[in-house]
Nanobody, 127 residues
Framework: QVQLVVSGGGLVQAGGSLRLSCAASGRTFSSYIMGWFRQAPGNEREFVAAIRWSGGNTYYADFVKGRFTISRDNAKSTVYLQMNSLKPEDTAVYSC????????????????????WGQGTQVTVSS
C-alpha cells in the first residue's frame, strides 16, 4: 500500500522558514517524480515544485523560485520542501504527490498527472 506521509507545517512569521517532509513507502519510487502542491482557501490546488527521484532534477513554479528548495534523501525515502523568505500569500495546505515518470522530458505540474497523494499540512504565514 502506497503511503505518502507529510509533516512539518505550522505557523511562522513573514520572512521566516519552514521545512516540509514527505515520507514515501509501499513501493519503489526510483522511477517517479515527487511533487509538492498547495491549495489556499477559495483557490485551485497549484503546483509548487517537483524532483525526479532518480537523478535529482528539479523544477519550480515561478512564484517560489529562489525561495523554496526541493530535495530528497534516498536512504530515508523522504522528499523535503525547504521554504525560506515566506510570505503571507504562501499560506495554504501543502501536499506531496508522486507521478510515474514517462521519460526525461516528463515534467508533471497538473494534479491529474500525479497518481499518489499524501495528506496536506497547513502552512500559515503571518504578516
Amino acid at each position: 500500500q502506497v503511503q505518502l506521509v507529510v509533516s512539518g507545517g505550522g505557523l511562522v512569521q513573514a520572512g521566516g522558514s519552514l521545512r516540509l517532509s514527505c515520507a514515501a513507502s509501499g513501493r519503489t519510487f526510483s522511477s517517479y517524480i515527487m511533487g509538492w502542491f498547495r491549495q489556499a482557501p477559495g483557490n485551485e490546488r497549484e503546483f509548487v515544485a517537483a524532483i525526479r527521484w532518480s537523478g535529482g532534477n528539479t523544477y519550480y513554479a515561478d512564484f517560489v523560485k529562489g525561495r523554496f528548495t526541493i530535495s530528497r534523501d534516498n536512504a530515508k525515502s523522504t522528499v523535503y520542501l525547504q521554504m525560506n523568505s515566506l510570505k503571507p500569500e504562501d499560506t495554504a495546505v501543502y501536499s506531496c504527490a508522486a507521478s510515474p515518470s514517462y521519460g526525461l522530458s516528463w515534467r508533471p505540474q497538473e494534479t491529474h498527472e500525479y497518481a499518489y497523494w499524501g495528506q496536506g499540512t497547513q502552512v500559515t504565514v503571518s504578516s
